[in-house]
C-alpha cells in the first residue's frame, strides 16, 4: 500500500523502523540460549575454562537482547509519530483511517510486530536465564575487581534498565501501552477520544473481517488471519489502557463478547496466546464493572 504525499514523511521513518522488525523476529526465533554451558559452569565452579567458555556463549547473547531492547524504543518513536498522524483534530478517526491507509496499516504493523514478539519471548525461558548469569557474572567480576565493564556492550546502569524490561512478561506489548499512554498524557490539547475512537474502529474492523465469511474468505491465506487476530488483541490493550474506564465496561466502544467470540472460534492452538494477552496485560480485566460473562469466557477451561 503505497503513502499518500502527505502521509510520506511519517510513512517513511516508520517503515524502516517495521523492516528492522522483521530481523528482530528472524533473531528471536533462532535464539537458543546458552542453557548447557551456564548449566556446566554452575556445576564446575572451580574451573576456569568452563567459566570463561559459558562467559564467551552468553555475551553475544546479550548483545542480541540489548540490540532487541534498543528496538523496543525505536517502536515507540514510531508510534508516536503514527499516533500524532492518525489522531489529529482534522477530521474523524474513521475519516482518519480511510484517508491514511497506509498509516492505519503500518500501525496494524506494528501491533502485529509486538504481539509476535511477545509470544516467542514468553515461550522463550532461556532469555531470562542467558541474562541473569549474565548480571550475576558481571556483579562478581566487579566484585573481583576484573575489568569487565569497559569491554562489555552491556554495562550495569543499561542491564538495569533492560532487566526491568525483560522481567514483563510481555514487555514489547508494556512499551506500546506506556508510549500511548504517555501520548494521550502528552497532548493534552487533543480529546482522549480521538485515540480511543482510532483503536475502536480498528478494533471492530478486524473483528467484521474475521466474522463476516464473505470478508474472510478472501484472506490470502492463515498468515492473514493471523495478522488480523493479533491487531485485533493489541488495539483492545492499548484501549484498555489508553480509556479512563478500560475496554471491558458495559459503555465501551469496542464490542468486546465479539471479539473475543471471533478469538474463541479459531483453532486453540493458534490464539492461547492472545488470550493470555488479554487475560494477563489488560488493566481492566478484573475491575467491578466488567460483566461476569466477559470474565467467563475469558476463563482459562
Request: net charge negative; glycine share 2%; hydrophobic share 40%.
Amino acid at each position: 500500500m503505497s503513502p499518500t504525499e502527505a502521509e510520506r514523511a511519517v510513512w517513511e521513518q516508520v517503515n524502516e523502523v517495521l523492516m528492522e522488525a522483521l530481523a528482530i523476529l528472524d533473531d528471536l526465533q533462532s535464539y537458543n540460549g546458552a542453557g548447557e554451558e551456564i548449566r556446566q559452569a554452575i556445576q564446575n565452579p572451580s574451573e576456569d575454562q568452563v567459566q570463561e567458555r559459558a562467559w564467551a556463549a552468553v555475551v553475544p547473547l546479550v548483545g542480541k537482547l540489548k540490540k532487541f531492547y534498543e528496538f523496543s524504543l525505536r517502536l515507540e518513536g514510531s508510534l508516536h509519530g503514527l499516533l500524532k498522524a492518525l489522531t489529529s483534530a482534522r477530521c474523524s478517526p474513521t475519516q482518519h483511517l480511510e484517508q491514511e491507509q497506509a498509516l492505519a496499516r503500518q500501525f496494524a504493523e506494528i501491533l502485529h510486530f509486538t504481539l509476535r514478539f511477545d509470544e516467542l519471548k514468553m515461550t522463550n525461558p532461556a532469555i531470562q536465564n542467558d541474562f541473569s548469569y549474565y548480571r550475576r557474572t558481571l556483579n562478581r567480576m566487579r566484585i573481583n575487581n576484573v575489568a569487565a565493564e569497559e569491554e562489555n556492550e552491556v554495562n550495569n546502569e543499561l542491564a538495569n534498565r533492560m532487566s526491568l524490561f525483560y522481567a514483563n512478561a510481555t514487555p514489547m506489548l508494556k512499551t506500546l501501552s506506556d508510549a500511548t499512554t504517555k501520548f494521550v498524557s502528552d497532548n493534552t490539547d487533543l480529546p482522549i477520544e480521538n485515540t480511543t475512537d482510532c483503536l475502536c474502529t480498528m478494533a471492530s474492523v478486524c473483528k467484521v473481517m474475521l466474522e463476516t465469511p464473505e470478508y474472510r474468505s478472501r484472506f490470502a491465506s492463515e498468515d492473514t488471519v493471523s495478522f488480523c487476530l493479533r491487531v485485533m488483541v493489541g488495539v483492545i490493550i492499548l484501549y484498555d489502557y489508553v480509556h479512563p474506564a478500560g475496554a471491558f465496561v458495559k459503555s465501551s466502544k469496542i464490542e468486546m463478547k465479539g471479539c473475543i467470540k471471533v478469538l474463541k472460534d479459531q483453532p486453540q492452538s493458534s490464539v492461547e496466546g492472545l488470550l493470555n494477552a488479554l487475560r494477563y496485560t489488560t488493566k481492566h480485566l478484573n475491575d467491578e464493572t466488567t460483566s461476569k460473562q466477559i470474565k467467563n469466557m475469558l476463563q482459562v477451561n
